[in-house]
């Protein structure tokens, strides 16, 4: 028999361990990454592939050359977590160059300077989608439209949903808004409309145009308990304040570009979110409102990523401030 | 397009001056009036903020240390990690005199290796000294032993401390280490102590804390001190006391002749700095079980004294396991009726008895 | 279903022993009693080397108030006063007994008849704090409070309640469930005694659903009684926390310490002190012996015992088939809250209820990781704090910032530990933070 173990209590672990989160979330991406595929055919799988192979190598090369760690950190599922989401904020026919840069960016300067995972004070993906719009903004902005096999220099590229609307409220003319297509469309991200219009409507990045399948993603997280329903619902509830009628009805505006795909995976990150539901209630609400006010009146049609950037510099001070209820506040 | 660069940079221009006098304003209204002193004898403090010296930080010892140069002198003030020259500098600085203080260093007072001292059980839990030592006694049969969790090394602001991965024990570095007692406080055994060196940054320690009795301790570690009184014996200037089965050396009363590292039978005194002592593991703990058939011919005693040499007997019959302990390693007897002394000065005497001599007459000789 | 409002874990159940009944487990050779088998001042031996003893006589006397008599289980010749290695994992003074013959007190009452409250009716609640103070009695769930120090509760408070823990949240223990399914009567007027000690009207048991058996005696028995009340609680670690309890059956919270459970009007005492009292107060019987629960998946026959206390535990251990090859941890108590221990020579004590033997799978820590920041551990948490921030502030000595996150409501009960993903230490920490704020807090008052 061996040595006797011995430490302090408690002696056994319900299992739960940081590989399961993160894998399970790569599930419940799945349904996200297969409509895609379908709808922005071989760019898409390009991207993604890319993406994901050069966060999870650029994570084990840092680790290996510089930090000088004996211990790899690739095998916690969270590089390739952050390869996914990043590759889910790129249209299909961004160079592939351009990828690899991004996940530098991602994992490098976002991620390993601060310490590794748990120590990041930004979302990698969303740092390093802002970083690429700003240094690139001409290629991070030609969408593809749906439904093309090959998605790369030569597909056909056109305005999103997004677009429209800014386009809307920047020439305060609403009559452009019958382009839109209709909420069933935006859910199930068929948002080409070619059989009924003559010019063709783009889609957006690989992981704005389907809803559908993020919804189907976000059930199964829920179920899973690897997240809880306060932020999502809270972002939604955020968006539908400020919504102008005149300009979008609140559903398209929730349905399309960043804010499904940003509420569901990228705002419910465990590292930049914050800790007690009631931080995470403030933290969403806080979120829905910076988008829509960045999508009316800001300069860029999209505004989740940037409200969700600047609301993780608030986590710290969310944290410090929302204490969870004490035990004994309460005496009935 | 010249104007609009021109009301710019007059625009900026203006923000920016404003600014800065507001600052200016500000940064004069507010300041805090300083003995610009303490600044000085800050920048010549090492920085460390250890709080060897007693106060809270280094900036707290300057601020005393020109209290103290106002009231006249510098004598009870010492920056244990900046040593004495770095006072002599303060005292140069603000006028006065300095005392020379006497050396001190951090002693770990603990010689449990992996060899000497047997692991039981395992500790699994957090690596940290403290909560190591709340679990249980720790990884051997030694309730008072180093645990080995490094605490002390996380301590020390100096890097003088470090853990030697193969005996499990902490090993200090002499030349940096400047008392300044961090460690010490860290230790939740108290193993560490600062003692008093001299210049060389020698002197003799007692490598244990086991208060538990002879028997106990050294079935837990080779090297425990018993507390069997040999060294407070052989001790010429009265500095070790035994209290609670263990050793003590005062290191103001030592005059390091290191008789007692010779006359202790579990090699638990040692010199600072000095290698240290065969610890025979031959002794009545380890061969207790082979002890009875051995037959002891011969021995060759190692205790020596600085002025003396091995001494060679040879015994009649063969000794009992109590009389090879005290002998601490002897092995084997014949019977003698005749002893060969031999001494350092390659004199060789020739002894010859009427009657084979009695064990504790062997014994007598072998001391 | 009621449960307590705040946090809160299901490990697996694991009650490999529930259908074991109880056995009486054989006298030891040699017993063993350390003289700190209780919260407060050891007790001073009054007994020498040399002296006879019988089953039933006080060995050792309390030293203070809060403190508790030990009382020989066995009777025998006193072998000698040394160290003796405990749950602690130190050496503390104990007392060694040899064992001779099983010869009692005549005073202890061994028919098996009850006695009710109403069979005595000239019982004061004074004559039944002091019988249960002469008896040694100390909380049986594991804290070993002594039970007379909870029975005399400070004058400014007003219990309105006695609620019995037979909850039993910890995984693998089944003593207090098995002893409602053999002994209920008892245990009804041992909580009949508790209630007229403090003078209250009113009786709970609370028990998990998880022992659908006993609740369903229980509540027979009960009926009997137009007082008590048997209150069934969803089944939640820690749901036999006191405070949990409280919050659980009358839907009080208990503020921070030092604020005790009497402040909101509740007496929590566990099942199996309720059945000693009983025995103390109707047949003179002192605290000697306990049912411990001997676990484990490796172990041949998990079952419950009826033990002296003294006894060492590996008899116990091997009256199940023996310590398994593949043995990693042994743990006194459950494995949420029990303390890994040395060797089997540990004797049981008041307070040990189980003895569980993990095997090495079960038993091996996993190497931590950096903290993700999931939140999981304040979800957990009982007591609505969060433990990752204690940890960490522990980690690094800010003792202010970990005062100040209120360490010392912390009722170390595990739950943060097991759901944290990253396998982080998480209460190895809180508890240095928690123990070194006390120290701080224990020095400003006395200053």
Redesign the interface.
């Known amino acids: 028999?061996?040595?006797?173990?011995?430490?302090?209590?408690?002696?056994?672990?319900?299992g739960?361990?940081?590989r399961?989160?993160m894998f399970g979330v790569c599930i419940a991406l799945i349904p996200a990454l297969i409509c895609s595929f379908i709808y922005f055919g071989l760019g898409a799988i390009a991207v993604t592939s890319v993406s994901v192979a050069s966060c999870v190598f650029f994570e084990w090369a840092i680790n290996k050359y510089m930090l000088k760690n004996p211990k790899s950190?690739v095998t916690?599922g969270s590089a390739i977590l952050t390869g996914l989401l990043l590759a889910f904020n790129m249209p299909s026919n961004l160079p592939l160059w351009i990828v690899v840069i991004g996940a530098l960016f991602a994992i490098g300067v976002v991620k390993m300077t601060f310490?590794?995972?748990?120590?990041n004070l930004f979302n990698p993906a969303l740092a390093a989608r802002a970083f690429l719009l700003i240094s690139f903004p001409v290629q991070m902005t030609d969408w593809p439209v749906i439904g093309q096999d090959f998605t790369t220099i030569d597909g056909v590229s056109g305005a999103t949903p997004l677009a429209i609307m800014k386009t809307a409220i920047k020439t305060k003319n609403a009559d452009i808004l019958s382009d839109l297509p209709d909420a069933w469309n935006l859910l199930i991200g068929n948002t080409s409309k070619s059989l009924f219009n003559d010019g063709p409507i783009g889609g957006g990045c690989l992981g704005e145009v389907c809803a559908l399948a993020i919804l189907i993603g976000l059930v199964y997280m829920l179920v899973k308990k690897i997240i809880?329903w306060h932020i999502p619902v809270f972002v939604f509830t955020g968006a539908l304040h400020l919504i102008d009628p005149m300009y979008a009805d609140p559903v398209s505006h929730i349905l399309s570009g960043g804010l499904m795909l940003g509420a569901v995976f990228m705002a419910t990150d465990?590292?930049?979110?914050?800790?007690?539901?009631k931080g995470q209630i403030i933290y969403g609400i806080a979120i829905g409102l910076l988008t829509v006010v960045i999508r009316t009146w800001g300069a860029y049609p999209e505004g989740m990523s940037f409200a969700i950037l600047i609301m993780n510099a608030f986590t710290p001070l969310i944290n410090n401030y929302c204490?969870?209820?004490?035990?004994?506040?309460?005496?009935? | 397009m010249i104007e609009v660069i021109l009301i710019t940079v007059a625009v900026l221009g203006t923000i920016g001056l404003v600014a800065a006098l507001v600052l200016f304003i500000i940064a004069k209204l507010f300041t805090v009036k300083e003995d610009p002193r303490i600044a000085q004898v800050n920048e010549l403090l090492p920085g460390a903020n250890c709080g060897g010296c007693g106060f809270p930080g280094c900036s707290g010892m300057a601020v005393a240390c020109v209290k103290a140069a106002d009231e006249g002198s510098l004598e009870d003030l010492k920056c244990p990690a900046g040593g004495n020259e770095c006072m002599k500098q303060i005292a140069a600085l603000l006028g006065v005199e300095a005392k020379e203080h006497a050396a001190k260093v951090a002693v770990i007072r603990c010689n449990g290796t992996c060899e000497n001292r047997p692991h039981v059980i395992k500790y699994d839990g957090a690596l940290n000294c403290r909560i190591a030592h709340s679990t249980c006694q720790g990884e051997t049969l030694c309730q008072y032993g180093c645990l080995g969790c490094g605490d002390c090394v996380s301590a020390c602001s100096f890097g003088a401390i470090k853990m030697n991965t193969e005996t499990g024990l902490p090993e200090v570095d002499y030349d940096k280490c400047g008392g300044c007692g961090s460690c010490a406080k860290s230790c939740p055994r108290n193993i560490i102590e600062i003692r008093l060196v001299d210049k060389d940054k020698t002197g003799m320690v007692v490598e244990c804390v086991n208060k538990d009795k002879g028997a106990v301790a050294k079935k837990a570690c080779l090297t425990a001190c018993i507390g069997c009184g040999k060294c407070a014996q052989v001790c010429g200037s009265d500095a070790i006391t035994i209290e609670n089965n263990l050793a003590y050396i005062d290191a103001e009363k030592c005059t390091l002749c290191r008789a007692c590292e010779e006359a202790c039978p579990s090699a638990s005194i040692i010199m600072l700095g000095k290698p240290r002592k065969e610890i025979k593991k031959n002794n009545a703990t380890a061969k207790k079980a082979d002890s009875n058939t051995n037959t002891v011919k011969e021995i060759k005693t190692t205790n020596v004294r600085p002025y003396s040499s091995p001494i060679k007997i040879s015994f009649e019959a063969p000794l009992l396991p109590s009389q090879q302990y005290l002998l601490a390693g002897v092995v084997d007897l014949t019977p003698i009726a005749q002893a060969t002394v031999s001494d350092n000065q390659q004199n060789s005497k020739t002894h010859s008895y009427d009657a084979p001599l009695l064990p504790s007459q062997q014994i007598l000789l072998g001391k | 279903m009621k449960t307590f409002r705040i946090g809160g874990i299901h490990p697996a159940e694991n009650k490999l022993s529930a259908t074991s009944p109880i056995k009486v487990a054989e006298l030891p050779k040699i017993a063993v009693f350390p003289l700190a088998q209780h919260i407060g001042a050891p007790a001073k031996a009054i007994v020498q080397k040399g002296d006879k003893v019988k089953v039933g006589q006080m060995i050792a006397e309390a030293n203070g108030f809060v403190s508790a008599h030990i009382f020989s289980s066995v009777s025998g010749t006193v072998l000698k006063i040394d160290n003796a290695i405990d749950a602690s994992g130190y050496g503390k003074p104990a007392i060694y007994i040899t064992v001779e013959g099983d010869e009692w007190l005549e005073s202890i009452d061994r028919t098996p008849q009850l006695i009710t409250i109403k069979d005595k009716p000239e019982l004061t609640d004074k004559d039944i704090v002091e019988k249960v103070k002469n008896a040694g009695i100390v909380g049986m769930g594991g804290a070993c409070f002594p039970c007379h120090v909870k029975l005399s509760p400070p004058p400014e408070t007003k219990p309105e309640w006695v609620i019995i823990n037979a909850a039993e949240c910890e995984p693998y223990l089944t003593a207090d469930h098995r002893l409602m399914l053999e002994h209920a009567d008892e245990i009804l007027v041992g909580v009949t005694l508790l209630m007229k000690a403090v003078n209250v009207n009113k009786g709970y048991v609370a028990i998990e659903k998880n022992k659908a058996d006993a609740i369903k005696i229980m509540q027979e028995k009960a009926s009997a009684y137009d007082n008590i009340e048997i209150v069934t609680l969803k089944t939640k670690y820690p749901q036999g926390g006191e405070k949990q309890l409280i919050d659980a059956v009358v839907s009080r919270q208990v503020p921070a310490p030092p604020a005790l459970p009497v402040s909101v009007g509740a007496i929590i005492q566990n099942v199996g002190t309720a059945y000693a009292v009983y025995e103390a107060v109707m047949k003179n019987k002192p605290l000697i012996e306990r049912i411990v629960t001997v676990t484990g998946k490796s172990l041949k026959s998990p079952s419950n015992f009826l033990t002296r206390l003294g006894t060492p535990m590996s008899q116990l251990i091997d009256a199940c088939g023996g310590l398994p090859e593949d043995t990693g941890k042994i743990i006194g108590g459950g494995p949420m809250m029990g303390k890994a221990l040395l060797s089997t020579e540990i004797p049981i004590c008041k307070g040990s209820s189980g003895v569980l033997i993990m095997n090495e799978k079960e038993a091996s820590r996993t190497e931590p990781q950096n903290c993700i920041r999931c939140g999981k551990c304040v979800d957990a948490c009982p007591m609505g704090l969060e433990p990752y921030l204690l940890s960490d502030c522990s980690e690094l000595k800010l003792w202010e910032r970990v005062e100040k996150e209120d360490v010392t409501s912390c009722i170390e009960c595990g739950s943060c530990q097991y759901t944290c993903p990253a396998y982080r230490p998480l209460l190895d920490y809180i508890r240095l933070g928690k123990t070194t704020v006390m120290g701080i807090i224990r020095s400003r008052n006395t200053k």
């Open positions: 028999m061996n040595k006797l173990k011995l430490s302090l209590s408690p002696h056994i672990h319900g739960d361990s940081v399961k989160n950190t916690d310490g590794g995972l748990g120590c809880s465990y590292v930049t979110s914050p800790m007690t539901k204490k969870p209820k004490r035990f004994g506040e309460v005496v009935k």
